[in-house]
Nanobody, 121 residues
Framework: VQLQASGGGLVQAGGSLSVSCAASGSIFVINDMGWYRQVPGKEREFVARITRDGGSNYKDSAKGRFTISRDNAKNTVYLQMDSLKPEDTAVYYC????????????????WGQGTLVTVSR
């Protein structure tokens, strides 16, 4: 099982960007999926999370600007980021609680490889 993030890039302040993350491999079920971000020298921080049924929660500074969504048929989670600010610049990591196919039904937490989002002034 792996998570592959894509969609990062450079955008001007006030602009929009969307990142996505697809899970692949032998998957039985994907529960919560989410996005975190990290700036060099700082700890990774929570951005947004979404349940399998679509319930979501956000970091306070992301509320009203970011929207998390998912497509369960595609095993993919998305993060639409609007009204971006320079302080949103970071490497964005996807995260998911996945139960792989196998003889034992046991969930694990997985991380994607990260995608860089840069917001210029």
């Amino acid at each position: 099982v792996q998570l592959q993030a894509s969609g990062g890039g450079l955008v001007q302040a006030g602009g929009s960007l969307s990142v996505s993350c697809a899970a692949s491999g032998s998957i039985f079920v994907i529960n919560d999926m989410g996005w975190y971000r990290q700036v060099p020298g700082k700890e990774r921080e929570f951005v947004a999370r979404i349940t399998r049924d679509g319930g979501s929660n956000y970091k306070d500074s992301a509320k009203g600007r970011f929207t998390i969504s998912r497509d369960n048929a595609k095993n993919t989670v998305y993060l639409q980021m609007d009204s971006l600010k320079p302080e949103d610049t970071a490497v964005y990591y996807c995260n998911a609680d996945i139960v792989p196919l196998g003889p034992v039904v046991r969930g694990r937490n997985y991380w994607g490889q990260g995608t860089l989002v840069t917001v210029s002034r």
